[in-house]
């Protein structure tokens, strides 16, 4: 007899189920059972921005070079679970599963390698007059919130690893059509050496969850991409506007395209420094 596998919240290094007890059923592309999920509530919310901005200090103040070293572990452990990954993508109903997984590695490990050159080609010596240098750099932004697309996994690496990458901590609404491979890639970024609280997952329903991150006064930036709902979107747009938020509005990019760093630096901060030359 097989065992079914709940699939659990993952907030703060953790998997805990949903604080309202709450699941629902994810079916096959076919309509067959696959599994229970868990439906998160905004009180889950709320504990995974918690968690988010816990470990926003330790993972932005950490090196480039060390992201970078994690990324690359990602992909190193996804590859491990290549097989598993695959069936749950050809459950969902994606074509060519084998190599949308190659394709989420290869994304993982292009992220990667940006991690210790974004700061070069976001920031600047500036050009001033007078006995001064002038240098802009990029800094990590903090919280922020990502509606994931329906892709469930390489949609998924494609907004989670730019945001991560550059020293953002986030909290994911994960495709609630398709939510099983991100519970998976959970389990991946568990054993990864991320620290705990980096990458936050939640599954349920967007139209429940969504509202709530983009209201929530300790999320700096919001990534709307996977928001299908015109007036969704337009509530949450509405929404980060009361603290200012940083929103990436909803798109249907081509998530096998190069990605360029649009995604890197949309959720970065430029700071400017005057400091005297001396005489």
Known sequence: MSVRKTYKLYIGGAFPRSESGRSYVVTS??????ANASKASRKDARDAV????KAFAGWSGATPYNRGQIL??????????????????ADAGTERAGEA????IDRLVWYAGWSDKISAVAGSANPV??????ISAPEPTGVVAVVAPDDPL???????APVIVTGNTCVVVASERAPLPSITLAEVLATSDLPGGVVNILTGSVKEIAPWL??????NAIDLTGVADEDLAVTCEQAAAENLKRVLRPSAPDWSA??????MTAFLETKTVWHPTGL
Do not use: K
């Not at 592309?29 to 696959?34: E, R």
């Not at 918690?50 to 901005?53: D, E, K, L």
């Not at 190069?258 to 995604?263: A, K, N, V, Y």
């Open 29 to 34: 592309s076919t309509g067959g059972f696959l």
């Open 50 to 53: 918690s968690a988010a901005r």
């Open 72 to 89: 690359y572990r990602i992909a190193e452990m996804l590859e491990s679970r290549r097989a598993q990954f695959a069936a749950e993508l």
């Open 101 to 104: 997984v190659d394709a989420a």
């Open 129 to 134: 007059a007078g006995p001064y240098f002038n």
């Open 154 to 160: 390489l949609g998924l690496v494609s907004v989670v």
């Open 214 to 219: 983009a209201a929530h006064m300790d999320v």
């Open 258 to 263: 190069d990605p360029g760093t649009r995604r």
